[in-house]
Every structure is written in structure tokens, then in C-alpha cells.
């Protein structure tokens, strides 16, 4: 087989290569998708940013979701790929995609995403606490109406009780994302930082912080770390990019099936506060089972994610 075309660069001209490709891919995807949306939704160039900020309108909400899409491949799913191509030829195998682990993995995964729910929604309260300096007041505002604008879209995308809503939902919040942000975060930023810094703790703290920074939501972002560090650790243990994918999905899907289920009247009550509690002991408890269960993931199936760092 001959080389791969960028094999010889080194890490740090990689890492640099591979935020150009992504930025190239998401420009062109984005102008593509743009252009298809016009006839489409009947639609004109100038009329499309206005129109996104109306969540009543059906028309909207459809142009929405399919912009969602289009960025989820242009952004996440297909830079990789292509990065994994250009640097050994093989985008599957450099994500790690070529791998498997044992069943008893992927159950241990979903109980430890469950299990971890009192200590996110415990981070979640800590972080919607936060409170910045009087001199950074407008910074501050900002913040609290992008994040007040990132739930009306998500509570928008949600709004459905029927089956074929249902489906999509889960294909574009669980699905696509679940498969994007771990190809971007673990399988490509994780490794390019990994083959960097020759440290694998720091490769996945860093991936971790820009996965919480990427969603661009500040009253949130400590969970989406946490996240991040488990899947980034779930990955460096199994070896496969296919065990926090599997998690990533049970996280997102959970909330796409809790939406529905209330929608249809199947589940009642605050379904957004599941897994929320007050009581110390329980949030104690849900952290002692985290940590045990990510060292029974690690016990395991100890299959190292190994990069060359030469």
C-alpha cells in the first residue's frame, strides 16, 4: 500500500491540517446545504438567517433540523474521515472504528450512564450558580441569552408526539451527534493531542474541555466536561471509539425518549429533572457507583487506545 499522503507530518502540523479540513468541510457543507435549502423550503438567501430565529413556524423548525444535519456531517462526522484518509489511509482504522468489545462492556456503559445521572444533575445546579464579576455584566448577559435561545431550540426540536418525529429526533440528536463528536473529540482531537503533549491524561482532559466549550452552552458546561473526561477514558480503556459512542448515544437518547414519552402522556411529571435529587447521600452514592463501575469498564476490557508518538 503506498504511504498516506500527510503520514510524515508531525503532531502539532496534523492537529493544524486537521482544524483546516474541518473548517474547509463545514464552509462547504454549510454553503451546499444553503443552496439545496432554497428551492427546498422556497426560501430566499436573505430571509434565512430571520427565519431562524422564529421557532413557531413548521417551515422553520424543518429548515432547522435539516441545517442541524448538514453542520452534524460537515462538521464532526466527515472531517475525520477524511483526516484518517490523509494521515494512514484508513479513516476507520485511525479512528479506532475497526475495533469491538464484549457485550458485558457495552451493559456495564449503560448502567454506568444511568447510575452517573444524580452527579450530572448535581453539576448541572453548581454550574447554573455561577456568577461572574460585576465589570463582566454584559459577557454575563449574553451568556444567559445564548443559553436561553439553546433551549428554545432544543425544546422546539423535542415538540413532537408522533412516531416519525420520534425517529428523526433520534437520528439527529442521538445518533448523528453521538457518532460526530466522538469521531471529532476522541477519536481525531483526543489521538492528535495524545501524539502532541505523549501524555494521554492531558489528551483527554483537553479533548474534554473543548467538547464542553463546542455546545456553547456556560450554564452547562461542567456536566458536558464530566462527560467528556468518561468518554474519553471509556475510549483509552476499551481501545474502541465504538464504546463512547454507544454511551454518548444512551445520553443524548434518553432525553430524545423522555420528550416523547411526555409528549404522548406516557410519562408524567418534570421528565428534564429525572435522575435529579437534593440528598447528599444519593449523589455520594451515584459518585462511589461511577467511579466503581468505570473501574470494573477498565478491569475488564483493558485494550488501550495506543497512538504512535514517535
Known sequence: MRPALMGN?????????????TF?????????????????FHINLFDTLTLLNDFSDPITLALMKYLQVVQSFGLFIIPPLLAGFFFERNGLGYLKLDRSSKPLIYLFTFILL???????????????????PEFLNGLEQWMKQSEEAAAKMTEAFLDTSTAGGFIFNL???????????????????????SEWFKNVHVAILLSALLFGAMHMQFYGVMPRIF???????LFYWTGSLWIPIFAHFINNASAVVSAYLAKTGILTGDWEKFGATDDPW?????????GILMFVIYRQNRKPATFNTD
Open 171 to 193: 437520528f439527529m440528536i442521538a445518533v448523528l451527534p453521538s457518532l460526530g463528536e466522538e469521531f471529532m473529540f476522541r477519536g481525531l482531537l483526543q489521538r492528535l493531542f
Open 24 to 40: 474547509s468541510c463545514f464552509l462547504g457543507f454549510f454553503i451546499a446545504g444553503v443552496l439545496v435549502a432554497i428551492p427546498i
Open 9 to 21: 507530518l508531525s503532531p502539532f502540523t496534523r492537529l493544524v491540517f486537521a482544524m483546516l479540513l
Open 282 to 290: 444519593l449523589i455520594g452514592s451515584s459518585f462511589v457507583l461511577t
Open 114 to 132: 444511568f447510575a452517573a445521572l444524580p452527579l450530572i444533575n448535581w453539576m448541572i445546579s453548581i454550574n447554573e450558580l455561577m456568577k461572574l
Open 227 to 233: 462527560l467528556g473526561l468518561l468518554f474519553g477514558y
